[in-house]
């Protein structure tokens, strides 16, 4: 198994602290209670997202730098954590931030490659993903769905579950992911891959899934 060492690089809540760009960056995006963290930790196979037990203590931009080698000076590509958002007891307050530092990292980010936005699987579609998902459309930036908390759900009614939220939204394909399982997990590492550039560059790049 060739593993990724995965480095804290800084927090931001100001786009004049945002790290030189240069490798490409992969943002996650959700709801305060979505299971983001977790998803980010599950994904590098290490704890390096703070997962509260309170929804909606990340209040910054959080850059996590993937190296190939634990001794090199760049980053091959960054996970982003940004801020959640609709949690009721600081919904106003995370929106009057957007503005500030979130839209302006998703509106002028020339190295962000990929949005990846959570949802979780077991409840209605919510409008605030329903307006997030607009916005990243009205601002052409690619854009994956995942479906979390996907083991919360029987294997006969997950398919139909994500069917009609992929229809609420209006989207297609849904990515269902499990923390708990890991499932979803080596899908998401390969669409985080096909994303990294020229393609024979992305085959170089070790993942921390087993190569199967």
Known sequence: MKLLTAKFLTSAADPKFFPPEGPPEFAFLGRSNVGK???????????????????GRTRTINFIGLYAKPNQPHPEMLLVDLPGYGYAKISKSISAEWPKFIEPYLQERQTLKLCIVLIDSNIPAQAPDHHLIEFLQAQGRAYLVVGTKSDKLSSNKLRPTLQKLEREHGIKDILPYSTMTSAGRAELWRAIRSRMGDAETAEQIPSPVADE
Do not use: D, E, F
Not at 41 to 55: D, E, I
């Open 37 to 55: 963290s977790s998803l980010i930790n599950s994904l590098l196979g290490q704890k390096l997202a703070h997962v509260s037990s309170t929804p």
